[in-house]
């Protein structure tokens, strides 16, 4: 074993240990061969130095993993996967406590055991590369509440929010789409095109959310995030095809979260779409249908959290994210084996997977 100078380090070295953070999070396994990204990510972490694994060392390297599967097979992966699912079981419970008129709805325990998911050895981008590497399951109703709280409670960082709005707009993201639990399963879980009666029986949650939060104790902007989640700023929403000035701005808040997170996770009728798709598709059409002031930071601050990713081109070509394009998000500088390539100036290319 040798302690290298990150500045000194080259691709094909092996890391001998656990990389962390000072706060614990994992950066990088052990027996692991660098790579020019994994590099990147040190000094972007600024680790001054590593310990590898010298030439002609008996210790065999594990295979090379991308990000992605370095996050997922973490110690702290695993921990937040099953921390997340005990929390999305007592939400579920909470809310039949609600439908059943059993007992009122316990916000503080529901906030409570969402922010311990927010664990100290985690930043934002921590828990984002979380996130992220839990798309490809099956996300109904619960789990996609639980990740647009978890959405929310980072966008109202990112936004400069108090504690106490924070904590308001985390259980505004947790309980937008309540109203669909009154929806039958068959329309939700329907993995064909919905009829148009089934559609319209669907546009009834924000509704139907609104009327079981109504009578509850709770901030006044929860009860119209779950009412007005769906509305757009340029009146196209549902259900009463609100203009800009209409919308609460924890609505509108939560819509982009709601969106952006339902887009990006599997459902049954489709798998989830690319994040960088998903933010072409905000870029060109979302404007208009969101509150700019919002969206945009949501979107600048989104990308940061994919930097240094693997990322595979619709080409075939793979590469790293460097650089997150400001004015085109969804076309960031990507390095490859051959060199660099903005995507900002090949319209034919785009980011077709993360790797």
Known sequence: MKRILTKDLIPGMITAEDIHTISGQLILPANLKLTDKMIIRLE???????????????????????????VGNSNEFKKFRESFFENVEYFQNSVNLIINRIAPIDTYSLLMNTLDLF??????????????????????TYHHSMSVGIICNIFGKW?????????????AGLLHDVGKVMIPDAIIKKPERLSVTEYEIIKTHPFQGYNLLKDEDIDERIKKAALMHHERCDGSGYPSRLLTNDI????????IADVYDAMTSARVYRG????FDVVHIFETEGLKKFDPKYLLTFLKR?????MNNDVLLNNGETGTIIMIN????????????TGFIDLSQEPDLYIAKIL
Do not use: W
């Open 44 to 70: 972007f972490y600024a680790i001054d130095a590593i310990n590898v694994i010298e030439e002609n060392s008996e210790e065999v390297a594990e295979p090379v993993l991308t990000y992605r599967e370095k």
């Open 119 to 140: 664990s100290s050895d985690l930043t934002t981008i921590g828990v984002f590369d979380m996130l992220h590497n839990m798309r490809e399951y099956d996300d109904v």
């Open 159 to 171: 936004l400069g929010f108090s504690k106490e709005d924070i904590e308001v707009l985390t259980l």
């Open 248 to 255: 609460d701005e924890f609505a509108k808040i939560v819509a």
């Open 272 to 275: 989830p779409l690319c994040p």
């Open 302 to 306: 989104i990308m940061d959290t994919y």
């Open 326 to 337: 400001q004015l085109y998000l969804s076309k960031p500088v990507i390095k490859t084996s």
